[in-house]
Nanobody, 127 residues
Framework: QVQLVESGGGLVQAGGSLRLSCAAS????????MGWFRQVPGKECEFVAA????????YYTDSLKGRFTISRDSAKNTVYLQMNSLKPEDSAVYYC????????????????????WGQGTQVTVSS
């Protein structure tokens, strides 16, 4: 059973940075694709970034390119989301997701491609 546990959320001032972590367990993830999504109450779940576990391919939603970076540490089975120059509109619950498929990374923007989800971590950016 795949388990994903996010951490690293919190309260930060606008312009600050946070690094979210997603510790993955339960499988060998070499053929997996990992994603980060975020959701504000009352709004749709929004794609943030995706990365192939092997190969290093990454994909970002256009509006966050340059500020957010997804990476992974295979030795630690952990995926990270580095968030810089944070804005109040980045406030949301951030979710880590995983799917046991791999392919064109640009197709992994849909939440419906992911089978496994973490519990989420709250990020609040104050103005």
């Amino acid at each position: 059973q795949v388990q994903l546990v996010e951490s690293g959320g919190g309260l930060v001032q606008a312009g600050g940075s946070l690094r979210l972590s997603c510790a993955a367990s339960g499988r060998t993830f070499s053929n997996y694709t990992m994603g980060w999504f975020r959701q504000v109450p009352g709004k749709e779940c929004e794609f943030v970034a995706a990365a192939s576990w092997s190969g290093g391919a990454t994909y970002y939603t256009d509006s966050l390119k340059g500020r957010f970076t997804i990476s992974r540490d295979s030795a630690k089975n952990t995926v990270y989301l580095q968030m810089n120059s944070l804005k109040p509109e980045d406030s949301a619950v951030y979710y880590c997701a995983a799917t046991g498929t791999s392919g064109f990374i640009g197709s992994y923007f849909s939440q419906y491609k992911y089978q496994y989800w973490g519990q989420g971590t709250q990020v609040t950016v104050s103005s």
